[in-house]
């Protein structure tokens, strides 16, 4: 059974900023593609950045020149550099395989408040 667990949310001001940290169970993503996913109250979760290594990354138009996509194989995580964050920022956010599997972690919570 795949483990993504995700850590780093918490409550922030409109301009601050997060790291976010998944660790995921599975060795053999280190060849896989990664991504951070959110879900805010009421919508759908949507894919906001991912990676294949440190070359290749795609960002959602929403957070591009924001937030920041990295990976450590060495640990098996991903990180997501958040910064300049916005009240529509927040969410509980996730990490998954891209394209994702069925498998989801709890996520961590990310409040942006004025």
């Known amino acids: 059974q795949v483990q993504f667990v995700e850590s780093g949310g918490d409550t922030v001001q409109i301009g601050g900023s997060l790291r976010l940290s998944c660790q995921y169970s599975v060795s053999i993503f280190r060849f896989t593609q990664m991504g951070w996913f959110r879900q805010a109250p009421g919508k759908q979760r949507d894919l906001v950045a991912r990676i294949l290594n440190g070359d290749t990354t795609n960002y959602d138009d929403s957070v591009k020149g924001r937030f920041t996509i990295s990976r450590d194989n060495a640990k098996n995580t991903v990180y997501l550099q958040m910064n300049d964050l916005t009240p529509e920022d927040t969410a509980v956010y996730y990490c998954?395989?891209?394209?994702?599997?069925?498998?989801w972690g709890q996520g961590t919570q990310v409040t942006v408040s004025s």
């Open positions: 998954n395989t891209w394209p994702a599997r069925n498998s």
